[in-house]
């Protein structure tokens, strides 16, 4: 995808379709904020997963790195919904929600 501001901000539109789909499809896992949290809750993804990257070398993909991706996403999604209003994210909601961001994520590539 392109750098810069116009691949930042495709970017970020994707990874807020992503969460409200993953939303949708998962129980523990709702959006009462709207759009505003969602558009929040995918920089807020995005950070924590460059950071992990950055710090550790781990990459969070649910599919694409194994058990290991798929628990760290679920982290992810975890400290998301603590830090995003609007967003609430159980524990089991974030297993299920990295097991549906992985299958979401196959279909629309972030």
């Known amino acids: 995808m392109n750098k810069g501001i116009g691949g930042l901000i495709i970017r970020i539109i994707l990874g807020a379709i992503v969460v409200a789909i993953t939303a949708f499809f998962t129980p523990g896992f709702s959006n009462t904020g709207g759009i505003w949290s969602l558009v929040i809750a995918a920089i807020v993804i995005g950070v924590l997963e460059y950071l992990l990257v950055a710090f550790t070398g781990l990459s969070a993909s649910p599919f694409g790195k194994g058990i290991a991706g798929f628990i760290l996403t679920a982290v992810i ?10 967003l609430d994210i159980s524990i089991v909601g974030a297993l ?14 972030n």
């Open 77 to 86: 999604l975890y400290v998301t919904g603590m830090l995003v209003n609007g």
């Open 96 to 109: 299920i929600g990295a097991a549906v961001m992985g299958i979401v994520e196959m279909i629309i590539p």
